[in-house]
């Protein structure tokens, strides 16, 4: 089978296309399991070329409908994977380019999976930012009503409906993993407003301070992304009569605040024997306020039916980021 992974050039979708390709098959829309003939990668710009023969690079914008058509094709047996987005941060300050990208790049990538033969499966990354406002509860549950307080959560939870309107019509296979923050990503801080959650704990690994823009008893959802990749391939594999009709599925996350983060890895940073930089105050009340208007715990429990993984302890996170990035 073919199967489609936009953001592919991305660090989540880098890490999906290495366990897909280690995996070698997926569920095909025939509901057996089919071989991986080819992955395509579709991204706006890629680090490196790809090395496996069955992996196709195609750069793009995803909000050009005919180039999203082109990389989908039309093959029987095809699965998208659809990571491409703005981050939180670059939405709050490009309204009409996060609408253009994430809004009509999903509408592009939804319409050309309708377009393939048959029913495929369309896996789409959505986000807890799809919740927020002044009536939020203590505890999100899927069920909980999506009122975002963020232009990023606003397209988020956009494309929730259309993965539900489009499954219900029969136009492809939806399924929307709602993702809590995802740590611990490598390189340098990007422009996502949960930015801080990752660079709490690998500025620090890498014996260099990290600049913390909110309080460090903020408490915050998060999970690692070895978790996150098996959950999205988890939640594809899973057979279509066990969805139901609401295919939005909040990941299981920990509740993390930056103090924890500190005390755990300087529990691992001793048995490792290394040697941490400080986590510096640099409150910034524009990340603080996006922050505080996301959830601040979830509810995963119907995604753990699927059979979806719990988040591991924090200290696993944290030794899985060091066996696969090492501290630098």
């Not at 539900?164 to 611990?184: E, Q, W, Y």
């Not at 407003?193 to 660079?199: C, D, H, R």
């Not at 009709?245 to 299981?252: A, I, M």
């Not at 996006?290 to 591991?312: C, F, H, K, M, Y």
Request: aromatic residues 6%; hydrophobic residues 40%.
């Amino acid at each position: 089978m073919k199967v489609v992974i936009t953001g592919g050039g991305g660090f989540l979708g880098s890490q999906l296309a290495k366990r897909l390709l280690a995996r070698g098959a997926l569920t095909g829309p025939s509901g057996a399991a089919e071989s991986l003939r080819e992955l395509v990668l579709f991204d706006a710009f890629f680090a490196r070329p790809a090395t496996d023969p069955r992996v196709r690079q195609i750069t793009g914008d995803i909000a050009d409908r005919q180039a999203v058509l082109a990389a989908v094709g039309r093959d029987e047996a095809t699965s998208v994977f659809h990571l491409a987005s703005m981050v939180s941060g670059e939405c709050e300050e490009r309204f009409d380019d996060a609408l253009r990208v994430n809004l009509d790049g999903g509408r592009n990538v939804f319409e050309a999976a309708r377009a393939l033969p048959g029913c495929p499966r369309v896996l789409f990354a959505s986000s807890i930012a799809c919740f927020g406002g002044e009536d939020m509860p203590e505890r999100m549950v899927d069920r909980t009503k999506h009122t975002p307080r963020t232009t990023y959560g606003m397209t988020k939870a956009i494309c929730e409906l259309l993965v539900n309107d489009h499954s219900r019509k029969g136009h492809f296979d939806g399924r929307s993993a709602r993702l809590p923050t995802v740590i611990i990503r490598p390189g340098q801080p990007n422009a996502a407003a949960s930015s801080w959650a990752s660079g709490m704990f690998r500025e620090p690994l890498r014996g260099e301070p990290c600049r913390l823009p909110v309080r460090r008893d903020q408490r915050h959802p998060m999970t690692g992304y070895r978790t996150v990749i098996e959950s999205l391939i988890a939640l594809h594999e899973v057979p279509t009569a066990r969805l139901g009709d609401d295919r939005g599925y909040g990941l299981p996350a920990l509740v993390v605040t930056p103090e924890l983060a500190e005390s755990v890895t300087r529990e691992v940073a001793a048995r490792r024997g290394l040697k941490l930089g400080p986590i510096v105050n640099a409150w910034d009340a524009r990340i603080q306020g996006i922050v505080e208007n996301w959830p601040t715990s979830v509810d995963g429990t119907r995604a753990i039916q699927l059979g979806l993984p719990p988040p591991p302890p924090l200290s696993q996170i944290i030794e899985e980021y060091l066996e696969d990035f090492g501290s630098k």
